[in-house]
């Protein structure tokens, strides 16, 4: 089964700053198509995911701009260029490229 | 708009069964599939397995094999998720999430989410 690590899995940042998570997994996650399925989940408390990423970097309607998802093979991150309080939360990355699929371990982003 | 509606809170017994569904709307149920995603408390996210509503194939994380069964019923545009032999680390909250028809389209998904549903596997 392929291992999704993040890191950090805690991120305190200040308000207006940039932030990163990394994503790293255990084998390449390029299809048989070219192209590599690597999502990105935020989960606020008490909520279901929400996805704010897919294909790396592709981002999903209505997320904003200062998201951002880089990457190739198996090093992938996603930065926020400007952290805002309603980013808090927990973000999951998530491979479909194989079965079964799986996730990171989370890294929780909170305020400063 | 999309939306996934999920069946409320459960407790169960170490040993029992549970069921739990999911009520698509907001598209045409059979062109996706549904994959089921657990989250025990304070944990991170743990997928399950995944079922087509386009042809009923299914896949399953070795750790449920034997375990679960997951269905879909089309003229209620529900899916179900069947969880035996509960145990107390079976506590969590599921989701279901609106994912891939079938093996070779839409790899990008999942997208949509359903709110989630608490089991709570206690004596």
């Known amino acids: 089964d392929v291992v999704m690590t993040q890191s950090p899995l805690s991120l305190p940042v200040t308000l207006g700053q940039p932030a990163a998570i990394s994503c790293r997994s255990s084998r390449s996650l390029v299809y048989i198509d070219g192209n590599i399925y690597l999502n990105w989940f935020h989960q606020r408390p008490g909520q279901s995911p929400r996805r704010l990423i897919y294909k790396v970097f592709n981002r999903d309607s209505g997320v904003p701009d200062r998201f951002s998802g880089s990457g190739s093979g198996t090093d992938f991150t996603l930065k926020i260029s400007r952290v805002e309080a309603e980013d808090v939360g927990v973000y999951f990355c998530m491979q479909g490229t194989h079965w079964p699929r799986s996730f990171g371990q989370g890294t929780k982003l909170e305020i400063k | 708009q999309v939306q996934l509606v999920q069946s409320g809170a459960e407790g169960k017994k170490p040993g029992a069964s549970v069921k739990v569904s999911c009520k698509a709307s907001g598209y045409t149920f059979s062109d996706y599939g549904f994959s089921w995603v657990r989250q025990a408390p304070g944990q991170g996210l743990e997928w399950m397995g995944w079922i087509s509503a386009y042809n009923g194939h299914t896949n399953f994380a070795q750790k449920f094999q034997g375990r679960v069964t997951m269905t879909t019923e089309k003229s209620t545009s529900t899916a179900y998720m069947e969880l035996r032999s509960l145990r107390s680390d079976d506590t969590a909250v599921y989701f279901c999430?609106?994912?891939?028809?079938?093996?070779?389209?839409?790899?990008?998904?999942?997208?949509?989410w359903g709110q989630g549903t608490l089991v709570t596997v206690s004596s």
């Open positions: 999430a609106r994912d891939r028809p079938d093996a070779l389209r839409f790899l990008e998904l999942p997208d949509y």
